[in-house]
Every structure is written in structure tokens, then in C-alpha cells.
């Protein structure tokens, strides 16, 4: 884990892909990330993150309030290895749909673009995020998924196995945006809103026990495991996004049995 210092501005997180980096400034100060411009809430908390592939140098500008000048600090991450991960048994036209439901699926990816699209004031994305469920840990973060025998996209979530019923609970504190018993691929999903741009995606459910609009206080009961959707079996699928990036989940709560981290997720040794 990482803790950086520079004047004003306050880093914490681990610096490799697939990370969740928070941090502070002064309150009216303004963030870019390489050109991107970052959000800093009127406490003075950001947020951003590094997609799986993202390149390994990257650019922090603050400007404080007032003041004329720059600062600037570079972020060297470290490059991850990924797991190929084969996942047979799947009903085949959820690995290649007909294409009578290629409309549903890009509705489906729609609505869940716009559940993710505001960044909000919520501050969830500060709190010591927890595990939101009991279960043997089945797929990590971005390993390339071989499904059916045929290469798919790389897995963006953590997978925890538990029977149906199992309680899936709100890992941080944050607004429900989205709560669809049926898409395609991941069947019952819920969409959490923890604020500047952080969601948490909870796929395969079986129920929810919370609806969309609704405010959720860290560890509250939002729903149970299922097997919804693309599914060999009952699990959790759960998600990180910051914006349009997708994260890894496991990097954001305390390490546990079962989930390799030199291989696929922490590095061997903190930086």
C-alpha cells in the first residue's frame, strides 16, 4: 500500500493496474490526471484509477486555489499478470447470442452506462471497503476467460461461490442507481453509487433486498447470491468502476484465503 505526501496533496492506494487511488488536496483545488480532469469534492477528497492494461507512467497537475504555478508529480505503476481462466458448461447463446437478442444486450449495456454516468457528492468511495459476501473466491480480476472453448473478454470482477440465498451486503456506503431483475449476461443486477465516479456492480443475484434510489450504509443487506444470467452456478460477480474504468475489486477490501495476489492481483511486495 502506498502513502504519498506532497505539500497539499495526500495519496493512498497501490500503485499498479487495476487500482483504486484516493487521495486529498485543498478544497477548491483543481486535479488533472495526465489530460484528464479529476474531480475534487468540497472536502478536498479525489478519486481515479488505473484500467487493467493501463500504461505505466502516468501525470498528476494540481493547481491550488489562488495560486498561479503548477505542481506536478509522476505515477510509475507496476504491470500485472493475469490468469487464463476456462469456464465450461455455459448455455452457448449467452457465449454467442442469436441475434435476436443483440438488440436487448446493447440496451442492457446502455442502461447500465447510464447508471454509472454521475459523479455525485456521495462519499461511500472513502470508507475501508468490506467483502460484501461469504464464498470460495472462483474468478479474480482480469484473467482471460476461455468460455466454451472459445477466447473471451477478461474478467473485470471478483467471483465469490456461495449457495443461493447467501446475503450479498453493500461493501461502502452509497445510492442504488440501478436494480434489473433480467439482463442478459449477468442476470439480476444491482448498481451502487459511492460517489466522483466510484460504483459498485453486483451481478447473478437471486433477489434485492433494496431498490433503486434508495441510500445503503456499509454492510446493510442489498440483496442474495444467485445464479442469474450467465452462470454456471450459484456466485457474486462483484465489480469496481471509476467512470468508464474497470477496477479490481479485491485491491479495496482486506486480503483473505483463497485469492492469490502474486499472481493475479497484489504484487508479491508492496512498492
Given at each position: ?32 490526471l ?44 507496476q504491470k ?10 455455459l ?52 484473467s ?28 461502502a ?27 459498485s ?24 447470491v ?23 475489486p ?9 485469492l492469490d ?11
Amino acid at each position: 500500500m502506498i502513502h504519498t505526501h506532497v505539500q497539499a496533496l495526500t495519496l493512498d492506494g497501490e500503485y499498479l493496474q487495476g487500482s483504486l487511488i484516493r487521495g486529498t488536496l485543498v478544497p477548491g483545488a483543481t486535479l488533472f490526471l495526465n489530460d484528464q480532469r479529476v474531480d475534487v469534492s468540497e472536502q478536498g477528497h479525489f478519486v481515479f484509477g488505473f484500467s487493467r492494461d493501463d500504461k505505466l507512467t502516468h501525470l498528476l497537475k494540481w493547481q491550488l486555489p489562488g495560486e498561479k504555478t503548477w505542481s506536478e508529480k509522476t505515477l510509475n505503476i507496476q504491470k500485472r499478470a493475469y490468469r487464463i481462466q476456462r469456464i465450461d458448461g455455459l448455455d452457448q447463446n449467452k457465449v454467442t447470442p442469436p441475434s435476436e437478442v443483440l438488440a436487448r444486450i446493447r440496451n442492457d449495456a446502455q442502461r447500465v452506462r447510464r447508471a454509472r454516468s454521475e459523479v455525485s457528492t456521495m462519499r461511500g468511495f472513502t470508507d475501508s471497503f468490506i467483502w460484501p459476501s461469504d464464498g470460495v473466491i472462483t474468478g479474480v480480476y482480469g484473467s482471460q476467460r476461455i468460455l466454451n472453448g472459445k477466447p473471451s473478454r477478461p474478467h473485470f470482477g471478483i467471483d465469490l461461490a456461495a449457495s443461493t440465498g447467501t446475503p450479498v451486503v453493500a461493501p461502502a456506503s452509497g445510492v442504488v442507481t440501478l436494480a434489473d431483475p433480467d439482463l442478459y449476461y449477468s442476470g439480476a443486477t444491482l448498481i451502487i453509487d459511492h460517489g466522483l465516479g466510484v460504483f459498485s456492480t453486483f451481478l447473478h443475484l437471486d433477489s434485492f433486498a433494496v431498490g433503486v434510489g434508495e441510500t445503503v450504509s456499509q454492510g446493510q443487506k442489498i440483496g442474495e447470491v444467485g445464479s442469474s444470467g450467465r452462470s454456471t452456478g450459484p456466485h457474486l460477480d462483484w465489480r469496481i468502476n471509476w467512470k468508464s474504468v474497470r477496477l479490481d475489486p479485491a485491491l479495496l477490501v482486506p486480503e483473505r484465503d483463497g485469492l492469490d495476489y502474486s499472481a493475479s492481483s497484489r504484487p508479491s511486495q508492496d512498492r
